[in-house]
């Protein structure tokens, strides 16, 4: 791996001397895309977990980070390289690999422990043992008491307890958790990661190595001693970056907060992107968190603002009071008036700029051309969708394909909020329509022939 960055922060941890649990070598995977090209998601990717290790696997949406982990669980084949587990190559499913989903992947009609118990139905365990060891596993998992209940009963993060339980159970030389905390609410999620990290700390749980698959650049600084980031199109190792604090780590710890900032750095480097994401200028911005303003709003505001008594500016909490909006109505749409060069904000006072004059003075045809040349000049996100349309051979995008980018900078939630905000102004900018029902960005009609 000659292009391969590293980065060690402290010194090497005694990890590398150990046996290695699995080791990849070369290993890449095609997939056959609907118009019948053939698209390489995985290109010579190497990575070996040793005994003792926990490591994290960085990369964006579509990087190929499921599908590395499907091939490492046995579920699906690669195309090219080779697997090894405990020294032999790979083939099919294996007892000593576990994976615990995002999803939770439970059986709905299936009690806890009837769930968690399935891990080892699959490997013929007796009937006794598997209901004692069970119930020892959701025990250690936190969930005693929930052994009968139906996963509908359960919230989100006991559910995903029941997901690890039923990976533990078998004590598999190999955990494969596949952001196994990010369809869980922020605290729910932390307090989980955490109880794995003790669980792993106290060796109690009888696993031999974990690969953790994040989004989060916290979670894996947090939790790994080691990260992995994967590069898109195709997904190889681009990055590796060694985390030797000690475990439980204080995320206000300076060193802690340093090594984030340079994982940050290493996933915005194009380098980290991939060909196709190099050419984004500013990817990172995608990811920018626009204001939860609407455009009647921002306009009202920007009407007001140019009228008696104010005349082009104004002091915010008399604007607001003007207004009648509270403050947290008044500042996103301010905000959002200076992210387009409309008006300026400055120790409490908003300015009408000349665009800003300009557009007050607008018929609404003129507004919205206006509008949509500011969306797409200042907002990276609407800049990239207009892009991606412009690429697309049929002329359309999905919204959930441009939510899983933004999904590699944002919670899911926030990703969510952020898109709608760009749809709103790209659509009222007319820079990009948008199909309510099936979810589907195109150019707009204008413009399709
Ligand atoms: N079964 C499949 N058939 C065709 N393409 C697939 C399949 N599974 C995944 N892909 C594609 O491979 C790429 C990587 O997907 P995935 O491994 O899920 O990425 P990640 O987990 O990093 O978001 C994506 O572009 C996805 O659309
Ligand atoms: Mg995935």
């Known amino acids: 791996m000659a292009d391969q960055d590293k980065i060690v922060a402290g010194v090497a941890g005694k990890a590398e001397a150990k046996a290695p649990v699995i080791e990849l070598r070369n290993v890449g995977k095609v997939f056959r895309t609907a118009d019948r090209t053939d698209r390489a998601v995985l290109e010579g990717v190497n ?118 339980a039923r990976a533990l159970v078998t004590e598999p030389d190999l955990l494969l958790m596949d952001e196994a905390f990010s369809a869980l609410d922020v605290l729910t999620g932390e307090t989980l990661r955490d109880e794995m990290i003790d669980l792993w700390e106290s060796g109690r749980a009888n696993i031999r190595s974990i690969l953790i698959v994040s989004h989060n650049i916290e979670e894996a600084v947090m939790m790994a001693d080691r990260i992995v980031i994967l590069s898109s199109d195709p997904g190889r190792v681009r990055a590796e970056v060694r985390v030797s604090f000690p475990r439980p780590r204080n995320r206000d710890d300076a060193q ?133 349309l412009e690429a697309a051979e049929d002329g359309e995008v999905g919204e959930e394909q441009v939510l899983r980018e933004l999904e590699a900078f944002l919670k899911p939630e926030e990703a969510e909020r952020v898109l709608a905000v760009a749809i709103a102004w790209g659509r009222y900018g007319e820079i990009y329509a948008y199909q309510y029902n099936s979810g589907m960005l195109t150019l707009p009609e204008a413009e399709e022939e």
Not at 58 to 79: C, F, H, N, W
Not at 320 to 340: I, W
């Open 47 to 164: 990575l070996t977990l040793r005994e003792g290790e926990i490591v994290a696997m960085l990369g964006r949406s579509g990087s190929g980070k499921s599908t590395l982990l499907r091939i490492m669980a046995g579920l699906v084949p690669s195309d090219h390289g080779e697997v090894r587990f405990r020294g032999a190559p790979l083939a099919g499913a294996a007892e000593g690999i576990a994976m615990v989903f995002q999803s939770f992947a439970l059986f709905p009609w299936l009690s806890v422990q009837q769930n968690v118990e399935l891990g080892l139905e699959a490997q013929g365990v007796p009937k006794a043992e598997r209901a004692r060891r069970a119930e020892a596993a959701i025990e250690l998992i936190g969930l005693s008491g929930f052994n009968s209940a139906l996963p509908r009963e359960l919230s989100g993060g006991m559910r995903q307890r029941v997901g690890i």
């Open 256 to 388: 802690v907060r340093a090594l984030i900032d340079e994982v940050y750095a290493l996933m915005t480097s194009p380098a980290a992107m991939g060909p196709r994401m190099a050419t984004l200028a500013a990817a990172q911005q995608i990811g920018f968190r626009l204001p939860n303003a609407d455009i009647s709003r921002m306009e009202g505001i920007l009407d007001l603002l140019l009228e008696a008594p104010f005349l082009g500016r104004a002091d915010l909490p008399h604007l607001a009071e003007e207004a009648g909006l509270t403050d947290d109505e008044l500042l996103p749409a301010c905000e959002a008036l200076q992210l387009l060069h409309l008006a300026t904000l400055e120790r409490g006072d908003i300015t009408a700029t000349s665009l800003g004059r300009a557009y007050y003075a607008a018929e609404p045809a003129e507004r919205k051309v206006l509008f949509g040349r500011q969306v797409l000049l200042h907002v990276a996100l609407a800049a990239h969708i207009r892009r991606e």
